[in-house]
């Protein structure tokens, strides 16, 4: 069994950054493909980043593209997402996902950021 605990979220303004961390436990975390996800009020959970077991390959929503990018540690069992160029429509709760090799994903608890303007 996975546990992710995410942290880092906040309130900060348009145009500042934040940068969230998502630790891992209780797995193989260089096994897992690592994502970040958002949920706005009201709206569905989107697909924000994602990076390979390696390292090697990332992918962004194209909303996020050029602002936003996404790293891990596996030494450390941590995917982080550095967020830059905040803007209101941000404003979210950020999950992390780990996607293990059989298709297994886990999920944290999320951490709310809140851009204002």
């Known amino acids: 069994q996975v546990q992710l605990v995410e942290s880092g979220g906040g309130l900060v303004q348009a145009g500042g950054s934040l940068r969230l961390s998502c630790a891992a436990s209780?797995?193989?975390?260089?096994?897992?493909?690592m994502g970040w996800f958002r949920q706005a009020p009201g709206k569905g959970r989107e697909f924000v980043a994602g990076i390979s077991r390696s390292g090697g390959s990332s992918s962004y929503a194209d909303s996020v593209k050029g602002r936003f990018a996404i790293s891990r540690d596996n030494a450390k069992n941590t995917v982080y997402l550095q967020m830059n160029s905040l803007k209101p429509e941000d404003t979210a709760v950020y999950y992390c996902?780990?996607?293990?090799?059989?298709?297994?994903?886990?999920w944290g608890q999320g951490t709310q950021v809140t851009v204002s303007s």
């Open positions: 996902k780990a996607t293990m090799p059989s298709g297994v994903g886990y």
């Open positions: 209780g797995g193989t975390f260089s096994n897992s493909f």
